[in-house]
């Protein structure tokens, strides 16, 4: 596309402006730190690891147009287990023992499905079409809380994550002549995301979170390595820094929302998640000439919606039985 000069100085006048509103927010940010509430605390955590997972996710968009998923899945897992290792090493005694190897090896299982499907759908998806998708997560671990946890919902509950499912089916809009095999991956993605929330729930109150971690970070690694050896193609070395700064991003984003559930409410927090779609819908318009379609966005308000509504409705299911919510599964 042709840009005129002055098109140009326009584009680029906007970006500075830009950044410098970000670093004059950014130093207000740190400046009043020590004054700001928790949960206020708590939201900026989780915006900024929002931001951190679209990066991550556009990251390995871009270089997933030339490796096979498995191979940048192995790199990342590999440097997530890297910067855990002071962890595992402090206490290897004991970060190994659990009466529950079994429930552990079930969740290794579906969050590799989950990680090879999910970013197979953020390779071959827009953005934002990806992301809006991700978010039924929450609607697909209502479902589950019903028939594995024997959770009661009542109809209020239920009619949200009806809502939300009808979302779904408005961003892929699915026909029988055209099927789209990449939002069903990213609906399956959401669906073993949401059955690992259900585990960690109860992990959570039984094991260490040290624990909970190594068996995570290990066997993934390991898995991955199988078929990432098999499709192994050797990057230079600016595609390996790509890949090694979207596992870095990964353990970053997961020491950022665990910071701000520790100063912050759950019910608080999980709603500031959604400043992700905002984040996609710049990345994917700004790096990949992505525009959102209507139908995206309509989709994406009822998922997000309904949602809000959900975990609004489990907050108050929570406080009647005198629950604290958990954190989401990160």
Known sequence: MFFSPSANCLAYYVKYRY???MHRALHFII???SGISGNVKGGLLIVFASLFASIMASLIKHIGQDFAITQILFIRQLCVTLIISPI???YHRTVFRSNHKSVYLVRVVFSSIAMITGFTAVVHMPLAEA?????????FATLLAIIILKEVVGIRRLTGTVIGFLGVIIIIRPDTNNIDVYAILAIISAFFVSTNMIILRKMTQIDSPSTIMAYQAIPITLIMAVPALYFWKTPNLNELVTIIIAGGLMSIIQYVTIQAFKVGEAAALAPMEYAKLLFAVFIGIYFFDETPTIWTLSGAILIIGST??????????NQK???RPPPPNT
């Not at 809000?308 to 299911?317: G, I, S, W």
């Open 19 to 21: 950044l410098l509103y």
């Open 321 to 323: 039985l005198g629950k």
């Open 31 to 33: 400046q009043h730190w």
């Open 308 to 317: 809000l509504y959900t975990m609004h409705r489990n907050a108050v299911h």
């Open 131 to 139: 992301t809006a998708i991700s978010f039924g997560r929450t609607l």
């Open 88 to 90: 595992l090493f402090k």
